[in-house]
Nanobody, 122 residues
Framework: QEQLVETGGGLVQAGGSLRLSCAASGRTFSSYNMGWFRQAPGKEREFVGRISRSGSIRNYADSVKGRFTISRDNAKNTVYLQMNSLKPEDTAVYYC???????????????WGQGTQVTVSS
């Protein structure tokens, strides 16, 4: 079983950057594909991006492509979300999640972190 803890959220001005981290406590982190999702108030949870077990494959939502980068360090049991050129519409709670599949559907991710708030001011 994986327990996931996100850190790194905060308040940033538009155009700024943040890096989120997601640390896993289980022993099988490298066996999971990892995803990042976000949820703004009153909106559904939205796929942001995903990374394969080895880190060799990464996909992003069109809304963040070219601005966000996902990476992982399996030796540290950690996945990262580097967010650059942030916009007010990026404001949301950001979640990392683990899945054995290869999917953008949030309901197919088995383990979830508690989320971290990202607020982008204009």
């Amino acid at each position: 079983q994986e327990q996931l803890v996100e850190t790194g959220g905060g308040l940033v001005q538009a155009g700024g950057s943040l890096r989120l981290s997601c640390a896993a406590s289980g022993r099988t982190f490298s066996s999971y594909n990892m995803g990042w999702f976000r949820q703004a108030p009153g909106k559904e949870r939205e796929f942001v991006g995903r990374i394969s077990r080895s880190g060799s494959i990464r996909n992003y939502a069109d809304s963040v492509k070219g601005r966000f980068t996902i990476s992982r360090d399996n030796a540290k049991n950690t996945v990262y979300l580097q967010m650059n050129s942030l916009k007010p519409e990026d404001t949301a709670v950001y979640y990392c999640a683990a899945t054995t599949g290869w999917t953008t559907r949030f309901d197919e991710y088995r383990y979830w972190g508690q989320g971290t708030q990202v607020t982008v001011s204009s």
